[in-house]
């Protein structure tokens, strides 16, 4: 839930913070190019890990 808050206003937070709107789509870019492999590889690690 506060990923996509963070999402959604990012731009407005990193206005507040004195930092340009290419900052924050540099970042938000950076979070889906990251975001993506981890979320297919934690998938893979609890499918083998018993909880």
């Given at each position: 839930?506060?990923?996509?808050?963070?999402?959604?206003?990012?731009a407005s937070?990193?206005?507040?913070?004195?930092?340009?709107?290419?900052?924050?789509?540099?970042?938000?870019?950076?979070?889906?190019?990251?975001?993506?492999?981890?979320?297919?590889?934690?998938?893979?690690?609890?499918?083998?890990?018993?909880?």
């Open positions: 839930m506060v990923n996509t808050g963070i999402t959604f206003h990012i937070i990193f206005d507040t913070n004195g930092l340009s709107l290419e900052v924050a789509s540099l970042v938000l870019s950076l979070m889906a190019l990251v975001g993506i492999p981890i979320s297919f590889v934690l998938s893979f690690v609890l499918e083998k890990v018993k909880i």
